[in-house]
């Protein structure tokens, strides 16, 4: 065991990533979340609706093949991939309302990436010949400029330079920058999408999969992690937020409800909405207060649906377009939630005018438009984050991980420089100011 001890602020997936780090090398870790479960941004509550008690995810959560760190991370702690998540070759089917098919885009199977996006791009459905081609040469420019761009601009005006079709933005882009930036296209950053584009696109062709959960989100990530970290002498206290942080002789006073405790190191794992109170005794940190007061955040709806049995839709993942929906998930072809559908909204917009049960109404008619001969649902919940994640907007600032504070490290997915929020950034970061320790 090491002299030092570590606390670890927040136990999301960057704080648990971090903890399951240090504890791997014989750190004394003590891990402190506010909540009363872990997980953060990405765990499984329970709702009560119609008398009956549910276990449902915060979200529908998609992961992908690039997630690296996250796959080996979850492997590390007993996950076999195979068995939690369906995985799904990129396969695009944006339908209209009137339950026509308006765009398909399948990657082609038996190509390595990047010639399987290419062939599905020359091959897709619901545009012209010309689209295809003008989609086809934007992937191959990118290609050889390394997905690099010399000045960072929102990316529907990136898109509009590059000759992308009102219709390839409509079908194509935008649903995949709802999905990977939450963010609108026009507020977003043209530099992170290129960057998943290229983590997702170059490599593997494995690594453009959608990785859906088969089970609860917590049973994936926070409690097998939870379980690693206990297991190898790792604290983890809930219930328990951190209000200061205090420089004390050559360490550092965190103090929580139950008092003052004495560490060696502090990693800061909170969403950048939550840190200026926290850092405010540090001024060493001050400039992360500037950067963090510049962020805006974005929302996510998940709109669950219950169905009477029988009820099963084409396919596991659907997406829809020209309605308030985006994705549409089968939970009973996913994780056994028989006859439950998720329904995702991502990012700003009008919907954020409805009541809930206005939105649920809403959304269960345009389902009904889409996949003709389904009934009325039975009961529905609609859960609302909506600081879900930051605004992923041009030229963000983004903190580093090593802050001017000596061993007061800052993990969390806006920490992550290259990608928006999402579960790998965090996990990266956390990972990372683990080794920023363990490697001085
Ligand atoms: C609805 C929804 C859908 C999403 N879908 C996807 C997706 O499909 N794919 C994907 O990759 N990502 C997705 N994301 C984003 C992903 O969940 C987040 O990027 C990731 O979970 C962030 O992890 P984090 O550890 O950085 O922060 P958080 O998860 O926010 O963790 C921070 C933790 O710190 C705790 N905390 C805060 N203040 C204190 C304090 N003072 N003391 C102690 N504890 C404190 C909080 O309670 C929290 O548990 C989604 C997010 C949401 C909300």
Redesign the pocket.
């Known amino acids: 065991m090491h002299k030092s001890h570590v606390a670890i602020?927040?136990?999301?997936?960057?704080?648990?990533s971090a903890a399951a780090a240090l504890v791997e090398h014989g750190y004394d870790v003590t891990l402190?979340?506010?909540?009363s479960q872990?997980?953060?941004?990405?765990?499984t509550v329970a709702v009560e609706t119609n008398g009956l008690m549910h276990l449902l995810d915060?979200?529908?959560?998609?992961?992908?093949g690039a997630?690296e760190e996250t796959l080996a991370l979850l492997k590390k702690v007993g996950i076999n991939r195979k068995k939690v998540f369906l995985r799904i070759p990129l396969r695009i089917n944006m339908q209209s309302d009137n339950a026509k098919s308006a765009f398909t885009l399948k990657s082609v199977n038996f190509l390595p990436a990047p010639l399987n996006l290419l062939f599905g791009l020359l091959f897709c459905k619901g545009v012209s010949f010309k689209e295809r081609m003008s989609a086809l040469k934007f992937m191959l420019d990118l290609k050889d400029t390394q997905y690099q761009i010399a000045r960072d601009v929102p990316l529907k005006q990136f898109l509009i330079n590059q000759k992308q079709s009102r219709k390839l933005i409509e079908f194509l882009w935008e649903p995949l920058c709802l999905?990977a930036l939450?963010t609108p296209i026009a507020k977003a950053s043209s530099r992170i999408f290129l960057n998943v584009l290229r983590d997702t696109f170059s490599g593997n062709k494995k690594n453009s999969d959608f990785l859906l959960p088969r089970l609860d989100l917590s049973k994936i990530i926070s409690e097998p992690l939870s379980h690693y970290i206990q297991a190898r002498g790792g604290t983890i206290q809930l219930n328990?937020?951190?209000?200061r942080i205090e420089v004390e002789g050559d360490g550092f006073d965190i103090e929580?409800r139950n008092g003052k405790s004495h560490f060696s190191h502090v990693i800061i794992?909170?969403?950048p909405a939550?840190i200026e109170?926290?850092i405010a005794s540090l001024p060493k940190l001050n400039h992360v207060i500037e950067h963090t007061q510049t962020y805006q955040y974005q929302p996510?709806y998940?709109i669950y649906l219950q169905y009477p049995p029988g009820t099963k839709l084409p396919s596991p993942i659907s997406g829809l377009s020209g309605t308030i929906s985006q994705w549409v998930f089968d939970r009973g072809q996913l994780c056994d939630q028989k006859n439950l559908i998720s329904v995702?909204v991502s990012a700003e917009g009008k919907h954020q005018d409805l009541t809930q049960d206005e939105l649920a109404l809403r959304v269960a008619k345009e389902l009904n438009r889409a996949f003709p001969g389904l009934n009325k649902p039975l009961w529905h919940k609609v859960?609302a984050?909506k600081r879900?994640?930051f605004s992923c907007a041009p030229n963000l600032p983004r903190p580093t991980n090593r802050t001017a504070q000596p061993n007061v490290f800052l993990?969390?997915?806006?920490t992550y420089p290259d990608y928006p929020?999402?579960?790998?950034?965090?996990i990266r970061?956390?990972i990372y100011c683990a080794n920023l320790i363990h490697n001085k």
Not at 9 to 16: M, P, R, S, T, V
Not at 38 to 43: F, K, T
Not at 240 to 243: H, N, P, T
Request: aromatic letters at 6%; charged letters at 15%; a positive charge.
């Open positions: 602020i927040g136990g999301g997936c960057a704080g648990l402190f979340e506010a909540g872990l997980g953060g941004r990405a765990r915060n979200g529908q959560h998609i992961l992908l997630y999905a939450n328990q937020r951190v209000r929580t794992a909170v969403s939550r109170k926290l996510i998940t995702i859960i984050e879900a994640t993990a969390g997915d806006y929020g999402t579960i790998e950034g965090a970061s956390g």
